[in-house]
Nanobody, 122 residues
Framework: QVQLVESGGGLVQSGGSLRLSCAASGFTLDIYAIGWFRQAPGKEREGVSCISSSDGSTYYADSVKDRFTISRDNAKNTVYLQVNSLKAEDTAVYYC???????????????WGQGTQVTVSS
């Protein structure tokens, strides 16, 4: 059974930090690109970041670059998203997803987790 499970969300004050985790079971993450997406109530799903499977290239949305960092720990079969300097507009459910390469289009991702809630108080 292929599963992705996000964790690490929570309630933080503006300016705070969290480390979100995306743990895989049933397959190895190191052969997939892993993207992070987020969706706030009433808004479309938004691509946040992605890390490739080959050379580890990383990508960030303009709204989060210089604040968020994506990384891999292949030994733990886990991808992380370190989220710093959080703002109220970062409040959303954060999802991880797997694809062959990093895509901008979320429809191209094959596997999805259940999401983890990030709430930033203002």
């Amino acid at each position: 059974q292929v599963q992705l499970v996000e964790s690490g969300g929570g309630l933080v004050q503006s300016g705070g930090s969290l480390r979100l985790s995306c743990a895989a079971s049933g397959f190895t993450l190191d052969i997939y690109a892993i993207g992070w997406f987020r969706q706030a109530p009433g808004k479309e799903r938004e691509g946040v970041s992605c890390i490739s499977s080959s050379d580890g290239s990383t990508y960030y949305a303009d709204s989060v670059k210089d604040r968020f960092t994506i990384s891999r720990d292949n030994a733990k079969n886990t991808v992380y998203l370190q989220v710093n300097s959080l703002k109220a507009e970062d409040t959303a459910v954060y999802y991880c997803a797997a694809a062959s390469i990093c895509y901008n289009d979320y429809d191209r991702y094959d596997y999805w987790g259940q999401g983890t809630q990030v709430t930033v108080s203002s």
